[in-house]
């Protein structure tokens, strides 16, 4: 099924909330005292002045570094009508070239948690630099890899720069835009990165009627290279880096606990259970002792990541929803290209159009929603939009050979505005949560819970569609209906699991406001 890594891929792209440690003027340091929990002291620091952000306006260094972002994103999700071209051209097989998604979406979920640590101790345009140098280098090593295993290389250098580049842009986006006006801004972000995987699919499938899968990476090599440019031109500097150690056990067991889990996970669509499974078990028992050593550092204050986020209700209210939230969205990313195309027997191109609307729909009214959240709070969005998800959701579970492809647009773009009018507000009402100085470890574990909530979710639904469809087949149903009765199950089990969304979405307040510095005094 080669929908189902390059549209999960498109999913990993959506990973910008890994937001490095912020040392604006008003951020504090966190200092651990075990009898009164997390105390704030003021923190001295001389972020740029350029970067000061005016009323109303969103700042230079934020659509720049947006711009940069929706070239990344666009990338990642123009592979997904390759696959069936790199089979041919590299003589691998389905399962072989699913490997180009596995591997971003390993070394994402290696990368994030050490992410913030790098951010501390570069400054932004050496972030920059080395975001965009990584996803040059791999971009241009891929439209001449002479090889699969080059080529896999190539995405792996990619997957680098895209772990940097993410919460660089969210970094400096909570250190110049003030606090009235980040769901404006927020809005303004996602417009770039929703709309990006929309047009992935289309725009790979008009640039693959011109030519070879090469010319997806030659398209994109100068404008990214353009882009880089103008970067380095304008950006300024925002904040001061400063000198931090790092430990060593804990990136070994961060990078062994979370891919291990990631790649686990993976393995069972297609794979042999018994060994996906004590993949999985080896990345548990590794995430179990990071856990254990990030308690042990908290009380020398240098912790890799910072486990005092999760006493913020809020906060952890936020990580639970987002996390089902991307759990059953998978059902739909991954389940509906392959309905379109395997029983509706559309083309790649095709399936790409009709998905479309619904992309564009939710990145346009991103702005909108961040207004919105800036005027009335979170409630007032996030609760018609979590019982939005669950409608287009057993929407879907009504699927048939003969559904008008209109009600199939009607859903996805349901399903999508939706996600819209509660992704916006999470992510803000998450990160508010939590006092600055927190950011990178609150941003940094909602990442890499999104990476596991997602490979979670393909690996569901797909052993779902598959076990279902093949135990049809077996009792003499034919292929089509057998995939069709599959998918419906799936369909259902992201229903069943978008409930929990709505249940969660009841237990988060209007705003964020001070509410997470009071909790964590009090803790």
Known sequence: ????????????????????????????????????????????????????????????????????????????????????RLMGALHITEQTAQWLSTAFMLTMAAVIPITGWFLQRVSTRSAYTTAMGLFLLGTALAAVAPSFEVLLGARIIQASGTAVMMPLLMTTLMQVVPKAERGRVMGTVSLAISVAPAMGPTV??????????????????????????????????????????????????????????????????????????????????????????????????????????????TYTVALILMSVAFMAMLGSMILLPLYLQNVRELTALQAGLLVMPGGLAMGLLGPTVGRLFDRFGGRVLVIPGAIGITLALTGFTLVTMTMPFWQLLALHALLMVSLAATFTPVFTLGLGAVPPPLYSHASSILSTLQQVSAAIGTALVITVMSARADALRSSGVTEALANLDGMRLAFIIGAVMSVAVVVTALLLPARADNAGEIEGIHH
């Open 1 to 84: 099924m080669s929908f189902v890594g390059g549209v999960g891929q498109s999913l990993y792209g959506h990973n910008f909330l890994c937001v490095p440690r912020l040392d604006a003027s008003h951020d504090h340091v966190m200092s651990d005292n075990p009898d009164r929990g997390a105390v704030l002291s003021p923190q001295v620091d001389s972020p740029a002045k350029s970067a000061t952000a005016v009323p109303g306006r969103t700042p230079p260094v934020i659509r720049l570094l947006v711009l940069a972002t929706f070239v990344v994103i666009l990338n990642e999700t123009i592979m997904i009508n390759a696959i069936p």
């Open 204 to 313: 790979s499938g008009v640039i693959l009627q011109f030519g070879s899968w090469r010319l997806l990476f030659a398209v994109v090599f100068p404008i990214a290279a353009v882009i880089t440019w103008l970067g380095l031109k304008q950006l300024k500097n925002v904040g001061e880096p400063e000198f931090s150690t790092i430990d060593w056990l804990s990136v070994v067991t961060a990078a062994a606990g979370f891919g291990g889990l990631v790649y686990g996970l993976s393995r069972f669509e297609g794979g042999d259970a018994r060994v996906a499974a004590a993949i999985v078990a080896v990345g548990l028992i590794a995430i179990v002792v990071f856990v254990l050593r990030q308690l042990v550092l908290q009380k020398r204050g240098v912790p890799l990541l910072d486990l005092r986020t999760l006493r913020y209700r």
